[in-house]
């Protein structure tokens, strides 16, 4: 009797090392949300101290790091593990909040648990993602051609449910949810025909929110109309939703061009009015495009909330074009840098995963900085990364934590190229599609 013996052929010995393109991003981004939020919150005093806005600020980014490096080294082939938790938690919190949540800026949007603030719009962002990376990558078809048709139901429907719960805290993370799940749907490879027929989905609600808004009064054509007994009794028959639509509307408007050159307008102070706006272009042409230096912003003092929602202005009033520009290019950087490994990775999740966290950051980063320079109507969305507020910082640590780890165990770089890695051993069968984005 003939023996066969047979050897397994030794596995190549991989260094494992995460994208430090994605490290030298977060890091210049971490450093100036030190300098630019301490300086504008410098007038903020809490307990007689002008020192413990900043402090509490460290002390988050230093939490959000212990998230990032600890998700870093942890194999992403974890956070399916993790999803159901993150996408639960985050439908819960968010459909408790308009009912146990307290008020900011006239809308429900927090809910807080042991006297730390949660935000509910941030997890939703990260579980959308993370839902999405899932199943999208779960239900591709065997061929490698693109997404099953029994995936399509499923990711519209995890975007539906999350747009349907973000959109009474918020118009703009109810567009960022789904401006996010859109694109990874189209990354997935959808048939030529639905991304046609998502399209003119797409412009059949703008044109039926556009006709809401037609409808549904303002709140300064309701005052000018009703005595103050009957808007009492008209907002106690308007519902939530469309008392959020009437901010939208006056937000919108008031964005659009008029016949009245907004440097001629009035600057209005309270919800709704144009105050915010206007010390925020003050304090971009207060800086002239070379900064009047960290520490001497004019217009901290005036923008309310200008350590969080318009941080980027004070980062054009304190380093000119030059910081700007840098802030803009490390958000550039990640998201060129996920498309970069995504085409890589050698399974469909891997390049969902790190593709839909760089999503989540880039986006809601452009959206900001285009609010502060007036290029998108008024709306409150944090810089990743920069502005004060613990629940973004949080969140948005995770996100980059599950792209370092992409970057880390799914592709190897080499001198010359990123290089995919074989790590079908390591993936469960239900995540082993082949990366259909490989062949772009």
């Known amino acids: 009797?003939?023996?066969?013996?047979?050897?397994?052929?030794?596995?190549?010995?991989?260094?494992?090392?995460?994208?430090?393109?994605?490290?030298?991003?977060?890091?210049?981004?971490?450093?100036?949300?030190?300098?630019?939020?301490?300086?504008?919150?410098?007038?903020?005093?809490?307990?007689?101290?002008?020192?413990?806005?900043?402090?509490?600020?460290?002390?988050?980014?230093?939490?959000?790091?212990?998230?990032?490096?600890?998700?870093?080294?942890?194999?992403?082939?974890?956070?399916?593990?993790?999803?159901?938790?993150?996408?639960?938690?985050?439908?819960?919190?968010?459909?408790?909040?308009?009912?146990?949540?307290?008020?900011?800026?006239?809308?429900?949007?927090?809910?807080?648990?042991?006297?730390?603030?949660?935000?509910?719009?941030?997890?939703?962002?990260?579980?959308?993602?993370?839902?999405?990376?899932?199943?999208?990558?779960?239900?591709?078809?065997?061929?490698?051609?693109?997404?099953?048709?029994?995936?399509?139901?499923?990711?519209?429907?995890?975007?539906?449910?999350?747009?349907?719960?973000?959109?009474?805290?918020?118009?703009?993370?109810?567009?960022?949810?789904?401006?996010?799940?859109?694109?990874?749907?189209?990354?997935?490879?959808?048939?030529?025909?639905?991304?046609?027929?998502?399209?003119?989905?797409l412009v059949a609600v703008i044109g039926i929110a556009v006709a809401v808004f037609s409808y549904v009064p303002s709140e300064k054509e309701t005052a000018s109309t009703t005595t103050t007994t009957e808007v009492v009794k008209t907002n106690k028959r308007t519902s939530k939703y469309l008392s959020r639509f009437s901010t939208w509307k006056n937000r919108i408007k008031d964005w659009l061009p008029g016949s009245v050159p907004e440097y001629e307008k009035p600057t209005t102070y309270g919800l709704n009015n144009n105050s915010q706006k206007h010390h925020a272009y003050m304090a971009i042409a207060n800086g002239r495009g070379i900064g009047v230096i960290p520490g001497n912003s004019r217009e901290c003092s005036r923008l309310q909330l200008a350590f969080s929602d318009y941080i980027y202005a004070i980062i054009l009033e304190e380093m000119g074009l030059f910081g700007g520009t840098i802030v803009l290019l490390c958000y550039l950087g990640i998201i060129i840098r996920a498309c970069m490994i995504s085409k890589k990775c050698k399974s469909a999740y891997a390049s969902l995963l790190i593709m839909g966290m760089a999503l989540v950051i880039s986006y809601q980063a452009f959206y900001h900085m285009c609010i502060s320079v007036g290029v998108l109507p008024v709306s409150g969305q944090p810089l990743p990364f920069i502005s004060k507020g613990g629940t973004s910082i949080a969140i948005m640590s995770i996100a980059m934590g599950i792209m370092l780890s992409v970057s880390r165990y799914a592709v190897e770089r080499t001198d010359s190229e990123i290089k995919p890695i074989d790590d079908d051993d390591e993936l469960p069968d239900d995540l082993k599609a082949v990366n259909p984005a490989a062949g772009f």
């Open 1 to 201: 009797m003939e023996h066969i013996i047979t050897s397994k052929v030794p596995k190549k010995k991989i260094k494992y090392t995460s994208d430090w393109t994605l490290w030298a991003c977060y890091i210049v981004l971490c450093t100036v949300s030190i300098i630019e939020v301490f300086s504008a919150s410098s007038l903020e005093l809490k307990n007689g101290s002008v020192y413990l806005p900043i402090t509490s600020h460290v002390q988050w980014l230093v939490i959000g790091f212990v998230f990032m490096f600890g998700l870093e080294h942890l194999h992403y082939k974890w956070t399916k593990v993790m999803m159901p938790f993150v996408a639960l938690g985050a439908i819960v919190l968010a459909a408790l909040t308009p009912f146990i949540g307290t008020s900011v800026n006239g809308a429900i949007r927090s809910i807080d648990i042991m006297g730390v603030s949660v935000q509910a719009a941030e997890p939703c962002k990260l579980g959308n993602a993370m839902a999405l990376a899932y199943f999208l990558s779960r239900f591709q078809n065997p061929d490698g051609s693109g997404l099953s048709s029994k995936g399509v139901w499923i990711g519209l429907g995890i975007i539906v449910l999350f747009v349907g719960l973000l959109i009474t805290q918020g118009g703009s993370n109810a567009l960022l949810v789904l401006l996010v799940g859109g694109t990874m749907m189209i990354l997935s490879v959808l048939p030529r025909k639905l991304i046609i027929g998502g399209l003119i989905t």
